[in-house]
C-alpha cells in the first residue's frame, strides 16, 4: 500500500545525489585534502583565498552543509574584494543545494536568482544549467510540479545546446522524478531507462548507483519486489566500494521497505534503523523523516501501535520543520490509518481529511490513491457503507490508471470485506477472484525464487573473497601442522607418562588440604567483610546523630550547603554498606526465603509505573506472551527487588525507550528487559554481576548505583532456582533475561 508513496521522496535524495558532480561547475581545480585546504586558508589571500574556500565549500556541502554554508559567507566575501565571476555562481549554487538539504527553500531561491542574474550577465552556460536546475528542484519539494517541469526542461535545452551528456543525464532523471509523482509510470520508466543508458554511457559509477536505485523504484510500485531488489543490491556494491554516505543511507533505506513488503520485518527494521543513522550523521531532515515514517510503517504492521504513532509524530514535527506540505500530508494519512486499525474513526478523520485536500491540491496520483482508500475505511467504521463503496472504486481507477499493482490488490480486498460483510456473495466472489488474481501477479513461485536466489547470490559475493584467503590460509597451516604433528604427539606422550604419576601422586596428598585452607581463606574474608560492614553503621549512625545535632545549632546560607552535601554523603554511604550487607547475606545464604504466589505480570506493570515519574523522558513498555496469568512461588520482596534493578539500570543507559517481554514457556518463565542505549560489550557481560563493577559513566544517562545492583539481581535469581543473563537487544541496547522455573527447588535460601 506504502510503496510507491514512500519511495517518491527518496526519488528525491536519490536525484540530490545525482546532482552532486554538477553543482561544482565546469572548472578542474587541483585536487588537494580537506585537512591541507583547512590548513592553508589563514595563510591565503585574494584569488587564492577565494578558489580554497569555494573547495572548501564543494567538500562540506553534502556531509556537512552548514559547515558549507559558513566558508561560503566568507567566500562571498572575498569575491567582493576580488571578484571572480564562475567560482562566485558556482558557491551560489552550492548554497542552494545546501539550504535545499536544510529545508530552507525560500533562502535556497534567492541564492539561485543571484546566481542566474550573474550567470547570465557573464554568460556562464554551466552555472546557468545548474541554476535553473535548483529552481526546479525547489518547485519540486514544494509540490509545485508542472514549475518543476517547466525549470527541468529548459534546463535540458541548455545542456544540450552545451553538449553536456552528464547534465543531459541528470535532468532526465529529474523530468522521469517529476513523471512519477504525476503518476504517469509508463514516462516515467521511460526517462528512468534513458538516464541509466546515459550513465553507463559516461562510466560514472555513483551516477550509475542512482539510475539502479530509480529503477528499482518505478519496479517496486508494480509490486515487481525481484527485480527492484535485484537493481537495490547492485546498486548498494557500487555505493559501498565508493564509500557514498548520503548513496548507502538512501539505498539501505529502499532495501528496508523492500524487505517490509516482503513482510520479513526484522529485516526491515535492522535496514531501516541503519539508514536513520546515516542521516542522522548528515544531518538530513527529509531522511530522518523518512525513515521515521518507515519506521513507524513496520511497527504498525507489528501491531505495536504506540511506538508506530511516536514514530509518525516525529516525523511528522520534522516535515513541519522544513515545511513539506506534501510530506506531512502523507504522514497523515499513515497516522490517520493506525487509527483506523485502533478503530478511532474521529481521530482518523481529524488527520486524513485535511491531508486528502492538500493532496489533491497538489494533484499528487499516487497519494491520492491510498489516501482516498483510507477515507473509505473510515467511512466504513462509521457505518457509512455506500460512501466507503464510492471512495474505494474511485481509489481503485487512481490505482489501475497509475499501474499501482500493490494498491490495486488491497482496493480489491478491501471490497470484497465490504461486500462479504454486506452479504452480497455474488459482489464478494467478483472481488476475491480479482484480489487472487493480482495478487498471484505479484507473488508467483518463480518470483519468490528469484528473491531467494539474490539473497543468497548477493551474499556469497561479499564473503567470497574471505572465503578463498582463509582456505589459502588454512592450507599451510595444514601442511605446517602435519609436519609438526609427529614431534609434537612423542613430547606429549613422554611428559604425559613422566609427569602422570607426580600430578596424581600430588593431587591425593594436597588437595584436601588445599581445599580446607581455601574454605578457611574464603570464610575468614566473608566474617570479616560482615564485620567491618555492621561495625561501620554503629559509627555512622553516631555521626549522624552528632551532625543532626550540629545542624540544629547552627544558622546561615554557607552552614546549610554544608550539611547538606554531608547528608548527602552519609546517606549515599549508608546505602553502600546496606547494599554491601544484602550482598554479603545473599553471597553466604544467610537469609531465608519467604516465599508467597506472585503474578509476574502485575508485579512487573507496578514496576513500569514506580518507574515512569523518575525516568519521564523515556517510554515504557511491557508485552506478555503465551498464556497468562503467570503465577510463581517467590520471596516478593527481593524479586521485585531484582527486576526494579535491572529495570533502573536499563533506565539509566537508555535513549528513548525500555521494553519488557513476559514469556510463558514450556518449563519456566523468562523477564527480559531491553533498551536502546549502547549496550554491553561482550568483554564484559560477566564482568559487569560481579560486585561493585560500574560500566563507563560516559555512555549513562545518570551517575546511578554503587555497582551493585546487577549482581544483587543475580544473586536473588540464583536463590530462586533460576538465573541471570545478559545478551543484545533488536533496540539497539543491552537485553537481561530473568529465568524463573515454575517449580523451584525446595527451602532456597538466598
Known sequence: MRFKQLLLLFLFLGAGLLLSPSVQGNEVEAQSSVEQLEAQLPQATGEEKGLILTQ????????????????????????????????????????????????????????????????????????????????????????????????????LEIAKEQDDTRGIANTTNYIAIIHQNLGDTKKALEYFQSTFELQQQIGEEKGIAVSLNNLANIHGTSGNYSLALDYQLKSLTIRERINDIPGLAQVLGNIGLTYFYLEDYDKALSYLQRALGYYETLQDKLGIAEMLTSLGAVHQ????????????????????????????????????????????????????????????????????????????????????????????????????????????????????????????????????????????????????????????????????????????????????????????????ASLCAGFAFILLFVKRMHQNKINRSLNENIKSQRELIQAVAHEFRAPLARVQLAFDMLEDSLRGDNTKALSNKINDGLNELEKLVKEALDFIQLENKARALHTSEIKLGNMLSQQLESHVDLYGDIHFELTEKGPQPCIVQADSHQLNRAVSNIIRNAARFAETQVHVTLNNLSQHYEICIEDDGPGIPVAERQRVLEPFVRLDLSRCRDSGGVGLGLSLAKKISEAHGGKLSIGSSSLGGAKLTIRCPKNPPANNNA
Request: proline share 2%.
Open 56 to 155: 572548501l565549500v564543494e567538500a562540506y556541502r553534502d556531509n556537512n552543509p552548514q559547515l558549507s554554508l559558513d566558508y561560503a559567507e566568507q567566500a562571498l566575501a572575498a569575491f567582493a574584494k576580488y571578484p571572480d565571476p564562475e567560482r562566485h555562481i558556482t558557491v551560489l549554487n552550492n548554497m542552494a543545494w545546501a539550504l535545499i538539504s536544510l529545508g530552507q527553500y525560500e533562502q535556497a531561491q534567492a541564492r539561485t536568482d543571484q546566481s542566474q542574474t550573474l550567470s547570465k550577465n557573464v554568460d556562464y552556460k554551466r552555472g546557468l544549467y545548474v541554476a535553473v536546475t535548483m529552481q526546479g528542484i525547489i518547485y519540486w519539494r514544494t509540490a509545485d510540479y508542472q514549475s518543476a517541469l517547466k525549470n527541468f526542461e529548459q534546463a
Open 301 to 492: 504492521r507489528k501491531h505495536q501501535f504506540d511506538a508506530a504513532l511516536h514514530q509518525y509524530q516525529s516525523a511528522l514535527d520534522l516535515a513541519k520543520e522544513v515545511d513539506d506540505v506534501a510530506m506531512m500530508a502523507r504522514i497523515k494519512i499513515d497516522i490517520a490509518s493506525a487509527y483506523i486499525e485502533l478503530g478511532d474513526a474521529n481521530l482518523a478523520k481529524h488527520y486524513s481529511e485535511p491531508a486528502l485536500q492538500n493532496i489533491i491540491n497538489l494533484n499528487i496520483i499516487p497519494l491520492q490513491v491510498n489516501a482516498l482508500l483510507v477515507s473509505a475505511k473510515i467511512a466504513r467504521l462509521q457505518g457509512e457503507t455506500t460512501q466507503a463503496i464510492h471512495l474505494a472504486h474511485r481509489s481503485l481507477e487512481l490505482a489501475i490508471d497509475i499501474e499501482d499493482k500493490r494498491m490495486e490488490r488491497d482496493v480489491y480486498q478491501y471490497l470484497y470485506q465490504i461486500y462479504k460483510d454486506k452479504g452480497d456473495p455474488a459482489e464478494a466472489l467478483h472481488y476475491l477472484e480479482l484480489f487472487k488474481q493480482v495478487n498471484d501477479e505479484m507473488f508467483n513461485s518463480e518470483s519468490d525464487q528469484r528473491v531467494a536466489f539474490l539473497l543468497s547470490h548477493f551474499e556469497a559475493e561479499k564473503r567470497e573473497q574471505q572465503i578463498k584467503l582463509l582456505q589459502a590460509d588454512q592450507s599451510l597451516k595444514h601442511k605446517e601442522i602435519e609436519q609438526q604433528r609427529y614431534t609434537r604427539n612423542v613430547w606429549i
